[in-house]
């Protein structure tokens, strides 16, 4: 059974910094893509970020380029998302997720964690 627990969520200022942390267990990390997706309050959930199973190649939603950074660690089976210069349109709902391949899509996550909230303050 596959799990995914996000943490490192919390209320920052505008133009802060937090890196969110995803550990995964259950089954072969290194073997699989992993994404960040974010849901404001009132809205869609949305891409944030992917890396693939190597961390050779990651793909960022347009207004997050420059400010956030996905890696992994496949020693650790974690994700990390470290996020700099936040607005408080950054503000929502971060989820990690699993799967097969780097996609801006969430068809190929199978697996999801119950997400970590990020409040940034104006």
């Known amino acids: 059974q596959v799990q995914l627990v996000e943490s490192g969520g919390a209320l920052v200022q505008a133009g802060g910094s937090l890196r969110l942390s995803c550990a995964a267990s259950?089954?072969?990390?290194?073997?699989?893509?992993m994404g960040w997706f974010r849901q404001a309050p009132g809205k869609e959930r949305e891409f944030v970020a992917a890396?693939?199973?190597?961390?050779?190649?990651?793909y960022y939603a347009d207004s997050m380029k420059g400010r956030f950074t996905i890696s992994r660690d496949n020693a650790k089976n974690t994700v990390y998302l470290q996020m700099n210069s936040l607005k408080p349109e950054d503000t929502a709902v971060y989820y990690c997720?699993?799967?097969?391949?780097?996609?801006?899509?969430?068809?190929?996550?199978?697996?999801w964690g119950q997400g970590t909230q990020v409040t940034v303050s104006s």
């Open positions: 259950g089954r072969t990390f290194s073997s699989y893509a």
């Open positions: 890396i693939s199973w190597s961390g050779g190649t990651t």
């Open positions: 997720a699993q799967g097969t391949v780097v996609s801006a899509s969430e068809r190929p996550y199978d697996s």
